[in-house]
T-cell receptor, first 113, second 114 residues
Framework: NAGVTQTPKFQVLKTGQSMTLQCAQD?????MSWYRQDPGMGLRLIHY???????DQGEVPNGYNVSRSTTEDFPLRLLSAAPSQTSVYFC????????????FGSGTRLTVV | GDSVTQMEGPVTLSEEAFLTINCTYT??????LFWYVQYPGEGLQLLLK?????DKGSNKGFEATYRKETTSFHLEKGSVQVSDSAVYFC?????????????FGSGTQLTVLP
């Protein structure tokens, strides 16, 4: 039972480069979310999805895009990386939202130089 | 907007000591409340939850009671172990519509010494 799988685990980008962080879950969860974790700030919601074809912005969406073409996958795209996007990124999924508990991936540590 | 405030860390305790990590929340409605734990190098795991006032969540010896009058959800454990060393996050969530997402506190690093 894989749960939530994130790739890559580590990534270094140059300013202005683009990339996609991958997230896949095999639990048939409807809800998927992307968070970023910064020291002293907890986790902040970037984008989320409540089902295939449905996405919405969270607290800090600028500079990121998402799409949800299948139930299993929820990639996060950085359009033009900036040093302010250096962070640890977590993908999470839930059957139907917070009351059912979120399952988190192990994270992607991104450094933008 | 909704927010969650946790006590500042880091917290260092000796094994078998009593643990309290304070958490307070602000919300426009009546949120559900959660504690998540993050062990080194891993993602967050749900530790316990409470969905209405006076509910007590418990798991693995940890407890927290939803106090509406003080808008608090403090985490407690009577006797901590070295294996409890981790970062603990308090979180809230409203239960309707798009608000089924989590709002996190800043996290509290706990280190338990043998």
């Amino acid at each position: 039972n894989a749960g939530v799988t994130q790739t890559p685990k580590f990534q270094v980008l140059k300013t202005g480069q683009s990339m996609t962080l991958q997230c896949a879950q095999d639990m048939n969860h409807e809800y998927m979310s992307w968070y970023r974790q910064d020291p002293g700030m907890g986790l902040r919601l970037i984008h989320y999805s409540v089902g295939a074809g449905i996405t919405d912005q969270g607290e800090v969406p600028n500079g990121y895009n998402v799409s949800r073409s299948t139930t299993e996958d929820f990639p996060l795209r950085l359009l033009s990386a900036a040093p302010s996007q250096t962070s640890v990124y977590f993908c999470a999924s839930s059957l139907r939202g917070a009351l059912y508990g979120y399952t988190f991936g192990s994270g992607t540590r991104l450094t933008v130089v | 907007g909704d927010s969650v405030t946790q006590m500042e860390g880091p917290v260092t305790l000796s094994e078998e000591a009593f643990l309290t990590i304070n958490c307070t929340y602000t919300a426009t409605g009546y949120p559900s409340l959660f504690w998540y734990v993050q062990y080194p190098g891993e993602g967050l795991q749900l530790l316990l939850k409470a969905t209405k006032a006076d509910d007590k969540g418990s798991n693995k010896g940890f407890e927290a009671t939803y106090r509406k009058e003080t808008t608090s959800f403090h985490l407690e454990k009577g006797s901590v172990q070295v294996s409890d060393s981790a970062v603990y996050f308090c979180a809230s969530s409203l239960s309707s519509g798009s608000a089924r997402q989590l709002t996190f506190g800043s996290g509290t690093q706990l280190t338990v010494l043998p």
